[in-house]
């Protein structure tokens, strides 16, 4: 059974701060995806990471794929209030289709 | 616009009364699959369907039906429910291929309460 754990749970930071959230697992992913949900509304695909060490930014948001495909960070730069949400990571196990949700970070930024 | 939408956005209902919620997707997607959220158990899937007329139990599949009759729609049957079935019910689909690294498209969310 693969256990994936997000930290931290909860998040409460000022406008204009940098944060970093985390995915830890203890199997090898096939890939990864991170999701951002907006209060009462779906989840929204925010990137795919494949290849281990594999680094993608989206304007202030940088991923990062662990070298051997267990885990994954999120760090938002300079972060605004429109970051609030739930962050969660979505990894696919080897030899899977299926996705496994996590139970996510809850980020607040205040202005 | 490319969009999955699910029926009711809200519902309350009693417990035993038979309830449909659908979900209708108009982006071709071969993969649809059912969610639960619940505060701090996170999303759970309910069932999912590879393609029309497959479907298979996903982590908490019991207490609900689904068909795929239809490329398209996806409905998720609740026969008799429990308030235990209270929760917030998420849709989604996505291209499928052996790499597995099409993301899913989500709908907003059906809110039920069973009292």
């Known amino acids: 059974t693969q256990l994936l754990e997000q930290s931290p749970q909860f998040l409460s930071i000022q406008e204009g701060e940098n944060l970093t959230v985390y995915c830890n697992s203890s199997?090898?992913?096939?890939?990864l995806q991170w999701y951002r949900q907006e209060p009462g509304e779906g989840p929204v695909l925010l990137v795919t990471?494949?290849?281990?060490?594999e680094v993608k930014k989206l304007k202030r948001l940088t991923f990062q794929f662990g070298d051997a495909r267990k885990d994954s960070s999120l760090h938002i730069t300079a972060a605004q209030p429109g970051d609030t949400g739930l962050y969660l990571c979505?990894?696919?196990?080897?030899?899977?289709?299926?996705?496994?949700f996590g139970k996510g970070t809850k980020l607040s930024v205040i202005p | 616009e490319a969009q999955v939408t699910q029926n009711p956005r809200y519902l309350i209902t009693v417990t035993g009364k038979k309830l449909t919620v659908t979900c209708s997707q108009n982006?071709?997607?071969?993969?649809m699959s059912w969610y639960r959220q619940d505060p701090g158990l996170g999303l759970r899937q309910i069932y999912y369907?590879?393609?029309?007329?497959?479907?298979d139990k996903g982590d908490v599949p019991e207490g609900y039906k689904v068909s795929r009759k239809e490329k398209r729609n996806f409905p998720l049957i609740l026969e008799s429910p429990s308030p235990n079935q209270t929760s917030l019910y998420f849709c989604?689909?996505?291209?499928?291929?052996?790499?597995?690294?099409?993301?899913?498209?989500f709908g907003s969310g059906t809110r039920l309460t069973v009292v």
């Open positions: 989604a689909s996505s291209f499928w291929s052996s790499t597995g690294n099409y993301g899913y498209t």
């Open positions: 199997s090898v992913f096939s890939s």
């Open positions: 990471v494949v290849t281990g060490g």
């Open positions: 979505a990894p696919r196990g080897a030899g899977s289709y299926q996705l496994t």
């Open positions: 982006m071709n997607h071969e993969y």
């Open positions: 369907s590879m393609n029309v007329e497959v479907t």
